[in-house]
């Protein structure tokens, strides 16, 4: 069983409104990710780490932004909301043995 | 550079009936391949990954995938449907040792009782 979390799996906010989603994952691995997927779409990866103080853009610009600064833990944050940021973001994390990435719940967002 | 083509976007049969969803890749390194599954609502969940090993891979709830580096592909099958198996299906590209990770547009399978 995969232990990475998704904090909230829904979440319907005000345009303007500054949000984050968590996500953490307890079996230690490095490497972290942050996808975008809408509705009946392709998964885009969107951020990712390679560790501790790492965060690098991924192949679809957002306006979203991430830290790392524990291993565990891999928040995303919006500024500012807008309407075309609703969507469902998936994180992730794979590393050590594992070469598959494991993935959360998602966070499905509206905003409205 | 790395793609993946999932080959359809829609598949349907019928419960008791083969399955087949096709996914062809292309990649400058030894790549590693996988398939995952989303049921509505939910998280992924990996079903099985080829990583130069065997080239025929068994996955969880009886589905298979076999690599063929000569036609670049790497179909999922399963010998009989389930309602159950009613889901998106995503191929998935990676580098060995490599980083980013490909996920083809997903190919949507309904089962009809």
């Known amino acids: 069983e995969a232990d990475i979390y998704q904090t909230p799996r829904y979440l319907v906010i005000g345009t303007g409104k500054k949000i984050t989603l968590e996500c953490s994952q307890t079996m230690g691995h490095d490497k972290m990710y942050w996808y975008q997927q809408d509705p009946g779409m392709e998964l885009h990866l969107i951020h990712y780490s390679y560790g501790v103080n790492s965060t690098e853009k991924g192949d679809l610009s957002s306006e979203s932004t991430v830290s790392r600064i524990r291993t565990e833990h891999f928040p995303l944050t919006l500024e500012s909301a807008r309407p075309s940021h609703t969507s469902q973001y998936l994180c992730?994390?794979?590393?050590?043995?594992?070469?598959?990435?494991?993935f959360g719940q998602g966070t499905r967002l509206t905003v409205v | 550079a790395q793609s993946v083509t999932q080959l359809d976007s829609h598949v349907s049969v019928s419960e008791g009936t083969p399955v087949l969803l096709r996914c062809n890749y292309s990649?400058?390194?030894?790549?590693?391949l996988f398939w995952y599954v989303q049921h509505p609502n939910k998280g992924l969940q990996l079903l099985l990954k080829y990583t130069s090993a065997a080239t025929l891979v068994k996955g969880i709830n009886g589905f298979e995938a076999e690599f063929k580096k000569s036609e670049t592909s790497f179909h999922l099958t399963k010998p009989s449907a389930h309602m159950s198996d009613a889901a998106e299906y995503f191929c998935?590209?990676?580098?060995?040792?490599?980083?980013?990770?490909?996920f083809g547009a997903g190919t949507r399978l309904f089962v009809k009782a």
């Open positions: 990649s400058s390194y030894s790549p590693s």
């Open positions: 998935v590209v990676s580098e060995t040792g490599g980083f980013k990770t490909i």
């Open positions: 992730a994390s794979s590393g050590g043995r594992h070469t598959e990435a494991f």
